[in-house]
């Protein structure tokens, strides 16, 4: 079945032309269709395309098939269902995060949609939303046949609710055109805030806002809602982190609300990593969303004042609402189109994964300024260190989606003092990467190295700042 499904990537094109004969002849059977009843005709197509679409793709019949946009790899095969392109964790050889064994579905998709529009790029795959649970097992050809493919794609978002938008100090950083900082913080595991106060109280005065991981890794901590609003009420501005993985689209609702209530400013909006890595790999992942949808979703809230379902908010939030981005894993080439999307569909900030390879970032910059992306949101690159070689070869090795380069690990490895060499090589980073046209900024992380993190700033960017 696997090497069906392969198979028909790497005929994308001649497959792509035949559903496209298909869906222009397909309205003429529509008077049929009606007249043998809309169950009766459902109930003959459905066994029909269920048995050719499962073994020509995988198919798990969600109703709502974009095979066609997705270069003939159902996105229903992606380990995270993601419909909006690549997780972050995709692995240096272009396999999954999660299944190890098989090839990341967006990583075919890209290939596959290479081969049905050579100019891809230039015309990145519509936003789809998230999936309707309500249509699993329904008949996409029905709906073709009718004339009503599904799914309809998302309308752009309209402009902000809020009259005159209190904003926050970090989205007046970003607008002020100076160089921001961030930096990111795990929640502890504890029921007491003071451990958390004291952490952020190292970057006092040296940040413009402070990330608050939500279950980063997989790993249970106090959650990331609940940090960011103690940070708030302690005036730090954080960037509350929502990731996908362990709520659906009704709790992250609430719990956007939640925070806007408790002052909350700014959030982030991320797919999640795998749970199999994390302290809980017997839990069941949720992904009812992806980070795009939920950008969607987010965005719906604050500027149309609506809940995904349509229905009116008393009172909407406003929040400065970010994305996260991953330009050193596969599929390199179309990172720039994912990124463009998450744009679209709302993001006003990107926060990069960890930068350690500066070649790669630069490419993904020569693009981002040729679509004049840098010039819609505000692009933070992720920088920072672990202390010593072996923790960065273990965070290269085992974190899904972070690419160390051997020659700076080699650099590291042998040097006298391996901290501070760590520490010298972020700097340099830094500086480098404020020259470097469209770039906002640098959002620094290093799990467990909050004081080295916070010497590197001091150093790098020594500015008095909101914080
Ligand atoms: S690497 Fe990520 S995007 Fe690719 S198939 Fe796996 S979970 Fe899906």
């Known amino acids: 079945m696997y090497a069906v499904r392969l198979w028909s990537v790497r005929h994308a094109r001649a497959l792509h032309r035949a559903y496209e ?70 692995r240096p050889d272009g396999n999954c995060e999660v299944k190890p064994e098989m090839r990341c579905t967006w990583v075919e ?70 160089f921001v900082v961030t930096v990111e913080v795990a929640p502890p595991d504890s029921a007491d805030p003071a451990a958390l106060v004291a952490q952020a109280a190292k970057f006092r005065g040296l940040v413009d806002a402070i990330n608050i991981t939500d279950g980063a890794g997989g790993n249970c901590h106090m959650s990331s809602v609940a940090a960011s609003a103690i940070l708030a009420a302690h005036d730090y501005t954080p960037v509350y982190q929502i990731a996908c993985r362990d709520r659906n689209r009704i709790a992250i609702q609430g719990d956007i609300l939640g925070a806007a209530a408790l002052g909350v400013k700014n959030i982030l909006c991320l797919t999640g990593d795998d749970v199999s890595q994390g302290d809980h790999p017997q839990a069941k992942p949720v992904f009812d969303l992806d980070a795009v949808s939920l950008l969607h979703v987010a965005r719906g809230m604050c500027d149309r004042g609506t809940y995904a379902s349509g229905r009116k908010l008393e009172t909407p939030p406003d929040l400065f609402i970010g994305a ?88 590291i490895g042998r040097a006298a003092n391996q901290t501070d060499e760590g520490k010298r090589a972020c700097i340099e980073t830094i500086r480098a990467l404020a020259t470097i046209e469209g770039v906002a900024g640098v959002h620094v992380m290093g799990h467990r190295n909050e004081h080295i993190l916070a010497e590197i700033i001091a150093e790098a960017c020594p500015r008095t700042l909101a914080e």
């Open 109 to 178: 998709a890209t290939a596959g949609t290479k081969l049905i529009a050579p100019d891809h790029r230039a015309h990145p795959t519509p936003l789809l939303p998230a999936i309707d649970v309500r249509k699993h097992g329904s008949s996409t050809w029905l709906q073709v046949v009718h004339g009503r493919p599904d799914p309809a794609f998302q309308p752009p978002v309209e402009s902000r609710q809020v009259a005159a938008p209190d904003i926050g100090s970090f989205e007046k950083a970003c607008r002020s055109g100076s």
């Open 21 to 90: 004969f298909f869906s222009r002849f397909a309205p003429y059977f529509a008077p049929l269709a009606r007249a043998v009843g809309e169950r009766r005709a459902a109930a003959l197509l459905r066994p029909v395309e269920k048995a050719a679409k499962q073994l020509l793709f995988d198919c798990r019949m969600c109703g709502q098939c974009v095979l066609s946009a997705t270069g003939m790899a159902c996105p229903m095969n992606c380990a995270k269902e993601m419909r909006n392109g690549p997780c972050g964790g995709v």
């Open 324 to 411: 996260t981005a991953n330009p050193f894993v596969p599929p390199f080439a179309d990172r720039v189109a994912n990124l463009e999307k998450k744009i679209v569909a709302g993001a006003r900030f990107i926060q990069t994964q960890f930068c350690f390879d500066l070649q790669l970032f630069e490419d993904f910059m020569k693009e981002v300024r040729r679509r004049e992306l840098h010039r819609r949101a505000h692009i933070i690159v992720g920088v920072g260190t672990l202390g010593n070689a072996k923790a960065l070869r273990w965070m290269g090795a085992h974190v899904p989606g972070v690419h160390v380069p051997e020659v700076l690990l080699a650099r």
